[in-house]
């Protein structure tokens, strides 16, 4: 089983940056990939960012390419998210989550963070 713990969420204006953090823990989390999502109110969850704990290999939806940069620190058991120049359209609650396998479908993912909130103001 693994446990996710995310913060870093906040207030932010256009163009700004923040940081998401997700510590892992669990007897064989390592072996697990690591992903971002995001679910503004009244959508869908959608794939944000992916990345292997061991290889560090990474994805990206089109719409954060170029913007936002995931990495992990092993030492840390901790995946970030950094977020620069921040678009309104940003805006929601981000979830990092944890599967056996590389997937864009939240509903491959069976170990999910509690969710931090993200506000981007025009």
């Known amino acids: 089983q693994v446990q996710l713990v995310e913060s870093g969420g906040g207030l932010v204006q256009a163009g700004g940056s923040l940081r998401l953090s997700c510590a892992a823990s669990?007897?064989?989390?390592?072996?697990?990939?690591m992903a971002w999502f995001r679910q503004a109110p009244r959508k869908e969850r959608d794939f944000v960012a992916r990345?292997?704990?061991?290889?560090?290999?990474?994805s990206y939806a089109d719409s954060v390419k170029g913007r936002f940069t995931t990495s992990r620190d092993n030492a840390k058991n901790t995946v970030y998210l950094q977020m620069n120049n921040l678009k309104p359209e940003d805006t929601a609650i981000y979830y990092c989550?944890?599967?056996?396998?590389?997937?864009?479908?939240?509903?491959?993912?069976?170990?999910w963070g509690q969710g931090t909130q993200v506000t981007v103001s025009s």
């Open positions: 989550a944890a599967n056996r396998f590389y997937s864009r479908s939240p509903n491959d993912y069976n170990y």
């Open positions: 669990g007897r064989a989390f390592s072996s697990y990939v």
């Open positions: 990345i292997k704990w061991d290889a560090g290999d990474t």
